[in-house]
């Protein structure tokens, strides 16, 4: 859990940093930002999620075995 929350703060700080590199582009909009936002959440949820549904699976795998 503690490698997924690693990566969640990694990958976080990673797409700040490119979103605020708009440069010479044109500036994102509000619905943009939303979008990006919500999508980016989604990701880091997945990736939290992911060693509970793995240990939840192997667990299954060894009652079956």
Request: glycine share 10%; with cysteine.
């Amino acid at each position: 859990m503690l490698c997924s929350g690693l990566l969640c703060v990694l990958g976080t700080g990673i797409a700040i940093q490119d979103l605020s590199a708009v440069g010479d582009q044109a500036i994102p909009s509000t619905f943009e930002w939303t979008l990006a936002g919500t999508a980016a959440l989604g990701i880091l949820a997945a990736v939290l999620a992911m060693p509970a549904l793995i240990a939840r699976l192997l667990r299954r795998v060894r009652q079956s075995a």
